[in-house]
């Protein structure tokens, strides 16, 4: 069985990588299994679908539930995923906020003295979401009118004064608050809550994150992710 490690920031990434996973590959060949860190506690969060004897890939995700601390938790527990548990890779995923795109040679650098001299670096990917996760989202800008039939990209722009179907997304400063916008339009809020998060991903169209170049072109950091994720399971 190949198994891989994923450790994200928060509970929306979690999310996110969840339903992608679940959409990216074919049942019952994978289980997808969650926990939340806090400090050395890990408490499981998602449960896997099918007993390990009956899959031939395992992921599990660690949320560390928080800003900062995905390279303190991978440099506390990769060895012995390695090592111990049978592991082939680990991805570490974070956002960017509150750094900005001239950073991120240094944010890799930085990655790169932690764990460099260690045996196991090539089998570490460090993915960086631009400026936040949300802008993956706002990607696939017809989902909004998946959730609500009012939210056309026609009036968000006209209501917002932006251009969601052409707009660098990854530029917006903060895609969460873009998002927020949006839903308010319609009298709703996002907080990063859950619930949000549950409903935001239960309308992404996943074929096209998977398949569809235009989409794919405006968000490179998630083609990083998706890209990692296939060189490693193929």
Not at 5 to 16: D, H, K, L, M, N
Not at 48 to 71: P, Q, W
Not at 181 to 201: D, E, H, M, P
Request: charged share 20%; with cysteine.
């Amino acid at each position: 069985m190949l198994k891989i490690a994923f450790f994200v920031e928060g509970q929306t990434e979690r999310i996110f990588l969840e339903s992608l996973l679940n959409n990216f590959f074919t049942h019952p060949y994978f289980n997808v299994e969650s926990y939340q860190l806090v400090e050395d506690k890990a408490t499981l969060i998602t449960k896997a679908n099918y007993d390990h004897s009956e899959v031939t890939l395992y992921f599990l995700i660690f949320d560390v539930t928080g800003d900062g601390n995905v390279n303190g938790a991978i440099y506390e527990r990769a060895e012995s995923l390695f090592t111990k548990n049978g592991y082939s890779h680990i991805f570490g995923l974070r956002d960017l906020f509150p750094h900005n795109k001239e950073e991120i040679p240094l944010i890799r650098s930085a990655f790169s003295e932690t764990f460099g001299e260690f045996g196991y670096y090539k089998m570490l990917t460090q993915i960086i979401a631009i400026k936040e996760i949300e802008s993956w989202f706002l990607a696939d800008y017809d989902h909004f009118a998946r959730m609500n039939p009012l939210l056309t990209a026609e009036w968000i722009n006209s209501e917002l004064n932006i251009d969601i179907t052409r707009d660098s997304v990854e530029d917006y400063p903060h895609p969460s608050m873009v998002i927020n916008s949006i839903w308010q339009l319609v009298g709703r809020s996002y907080k990063k809550r859950a619930t949000n998060s549950f409903s935001i991903c239960s309308y992404l169209d996943y074929t096209l994150y998977c398949c569809d170049e235009q989409l794919q072109s405006r968000i490179p950091s998630f083609m990083e992710l998706l890209n990692g994720i296939d060189a490693v399971t193929s």
